[in-house]
């Protein structure tokens, strides 16, 4: 395993802290996300550009994108976990379980697209056919995350102060 083998290797976990605070890597540096970009372009880098970095969330999307700021601060040797934290646990790899259990940003995601989706329906049939429109949005959204792999209510959740 490259951690193993590689003296500087830094494990950068990029999920929520509200997510890492469930469960996490054991060893793994939490920066979430939506702090990736500042950090990675910061005047002194916070974290040594000769170090190896590999990155990982909870199945490799969120890792991907903060991986491509780090090669794009320059940053010469960054790693995907393949599979994230999900495969992390699976393969039987040390982790640290928190004392609480967060929601994943995935599953909030699910849970306000349906949430739209419901009351978009049930506005549309009770107030006004217009309100459908709520629900063709969500759904053209979800096609949209599916295709592109960027999902634009899970970075708006991820902010949320619960996930803080």
């Given at each position: 395993?490259l951690?193993?083998?590689?003296p500087n290797a830094?494990?950068?976990?990029?999920r929520t802290?509200a997510?890492?605070?469930?469960?996490h890597a054991?060893?793994?540096?939490?920066i979430?996300l939506?702090?990736?970009?500042?950090?990675a372009?910061?005047?002194p880098a916070?974290?040594?550009?000769?170090?190896?970095?590999?990155i990982?969330?909870?199945?490799?999307g969120?890792?991907?994108?903060?991986?491509g700021?780090?090669?794009?601060?320059?940053?010469?040797?960054?790693h995907?976990?393949?599979?994230?934290?999900?495969?992390?646990?699976a393969a039987?790899?040390p982790?640290?379980k928190g004392?609480?259990?967060?929601?994943s940003?995935e599953r909030q995601v699910r849970?306000?697209?349906?949430a739209?989706v419901?009351?978009?329906?049930?506005l549309g049939?009770?107030?006004n056919h217009a309100f459908?429109g709520?629900s063709?949005?969500?759904?053209?959204g979800?096609v949209?995350?599916?295709?592109?792999?960027?999902c634009?209510?899970?970075?708006?959740l991820a902010r949320?102060p619960w996930n803080?």
């Open positions: 395993m951690l193993a083998s590689t830094i494990l950068l976990d990029v802290p997510e890492f605070g469930g469960i054991s060893g793994a540096l939490n979430p939506d702090s990736i970009q500042s950090i372009l910061a005047g916070p974290l040594p550009k000769e170090a190896t970095l590999c990982l969330c909870e199945k490799g969120r890792a991907t994108v903060a991986a700021h780090f090669l794009s601060a320059g940053y010469p040797s960054v995907v976990v393949e599979g994230g934290t999900q495969a992390w646990v039987g790899l982790v640290v004392s609480k259990s967060a929601i940003i849970i306000g697209a349906g739209l419901l009351t978009g329906v049930i049939f009770l107030v459908f709520l063709a949005f969500v759904g053209a979800l949209f995350a599916g295709i592109t792999d960027w634009g209510m899970g970075l708006l949320a803080r």
